[in-house]
């Protein structure tokens, strides 16, 4: 089958059909509004052994940076109070794995999210509406209406990474932040005074 529907819901997730992909040594090329630490933690053991993560965020200068620590779809998640952990982990796999872009203001945002999965003798893709988020990936439910497309086909697939390419290559279009996710990063995993815990979890039950 070269071409496949994953709506997180009756028709496949996101995060079941990229773990088939992913292998040792894989390289991954994602292009996404948002990125948030329990994106990374859903896939966190498959993306441990890839050889290249390439990230490049369409939305950087908008929210981002607010949606790095969860999204409100993820309140679940965030309610388990293990942020510190999480974002400590996510810090030490980016050092290591990725390097990191977003576009810049002038650059007009795409409409489409992309999970690039290229291994030695085959390439996957998944393009859709779906961010780098656990709601993205269909880890946790959502109630929205996310629409994706799982591709195999070889020529489709390998024109989808030129596209990507053009894109990161474009100093004009992208700038980079590795350093900027990484401080903010920094800023989630510190310990924090414990009645800041007490207030957000008073404002995620009454909100």
């Given amino acids: 089958m070269n071409s496949m529907l994953l709506d997180n819901k009756g028709h496949g997730r996101v995060i079941t059909e990229l773990q088939k992909a992913i292998q040792a040594r894989s390289k991954l090329a994602v292009l996404a509004?948002?990125?948030s630490i329990y994106g990374f933690s859903s896939l966190k053991k498959d993306l441990s052994n890839i050889d290249e993560f390439r990230l490049m965020l369409s939305r950087w200068d908008d929210a981002s940076p607010q949606t790095l620590a969860g999204t409100p779809?993820?309140?679940r998640l965030k309610n388990k109070l293990d942020q510190s952990r999480v974002a400590k982990?996510?810090?030490?796999?980016l050092k290591k794995h990725v390097q990191a872009?977003?576009?810049t203001g002038q650059m007009a945002f795409p409409p489409q999210n992309m999970f690039h999965v290229q291994n030695s003798d085959n390439a996957f893709?998944?393009?859709?509406g779906s961010h780098f988020t656990a709601t993205g990936l269909g880890e946790i439910k959502s109630d929205a209406f996310e629409i994706n497309m799982g591709i195999s086909d070889v020529d489709t697939t390998k024109?989808?990474?030129?596209?990507?390419?053009?894109?990161?290559k474009d100093n004009k279009a992208t700038q980079e932040i590795k350093n900027e996710l990484l401080a903010h990063?920094?800023?989630?995993?510190?310990d924090k005074p414990a009645n800041l815990i007490y207030f957000?979890?008073?404002?995620?039950?009454f909100k």
């Fill in 200 to 205: 957000i979890t008073l404002y995620n039950i």
């Fill in 89 to 93: 982990e996510c810090a030490a796999w």
């Fill in 185 to 190: 990063l920094k800023y989630l995993a510190e």
């Fill in 159 to 168: 024109q989808l990474l030129q596209w990507f390419d053009t894109i990161w």
């Fill in 125 to 128: 893709v998944v393009q859709g």
């Fill in 73 to 75: 779809q993820e309140t």
């Fill in 101 to 103: 872009r977003a576009m």
């Fill in 33 to 35: 509004g948002f990125f």
